[in-house]
């Protein structure tokens, strides 16, 4: 009889275990197109942007304009999948008090993501277009005013 009981706790344990380890980030995985390293190299300097995979959760991203061995622009991009929303989650030097803005997923497609807070003076809109594999389109935009920044995947 007690081993009876041992082998049902342990296949109890085993199932809950195997649920734990099979819950899915299907809003995240809609990014999974992010990874890797993307530059715009352009007359007035390269922009580039760069994600990696976290965890099961969570994209990283950091992204740069340099101008002739000058960073002119950064900032570091947290991708998170929290329950069912994923959110954008951008922390920029010098900007908001150094703390963390986050836009929320409001629209995706296979290779289009819109992520958006209406509460943020600029941008309110941030949206990531894949083109072609190895090509990707962003664009900031609010208040009648649009900045776009084609790139393509360097890795």
């Given amino acids: ?3 009876k009981i041992y082998v049902l706790f342990l296949l ?4 809950f275990s195997c649920e734990q380890k099979s819950k899915t980030y299907a809003e995240l995985e809609k990014a999974n197109w992010f990874i890797g390293k993307w530059e715009n190299k352009t007359t007035e300097g390269t922009f580039s942007e760069e994600w ?6 969570l994209l990283l991203g950091k992204s740069f304009f340099i101008k002739e061995n000058d960073t002119l622009f950064s900032e570091t991009v947290r991708l998170e999948q929290r329950k069912n929303d994923l959110f954008y989650i951008v922390t920029v030097p010098n900007q908001n008090e150094e703390k963390p803005v986050e836009f929320k997923l409001t629209s995706s497609s296979a290779d289009y ?6 509460a943020h003076d600029f941008p309110k809109k941030i949206t990531y277009k894949l083109v072609t ?3 990707l389109y962003a664009e900031i935009s609010g208040d ?3 900045q776009g920044f084609p790139f393509k995947k360097v890795n």
């Fill in 133 to 135: 594999k190895d090509s």
């Fill in 52 to 57: 990696k995979k976290e965890n099961d959760s």
């Fill in 1 to 3: 009889m007690k081993n």
């Fill in 12 to 15: 109890a344990i085993c199932s």
């Fill in 113 to 118: 993501l819109v992520f958006e807070n209406p």
């Fill in 144 to 146: 009648g005013k649009k």
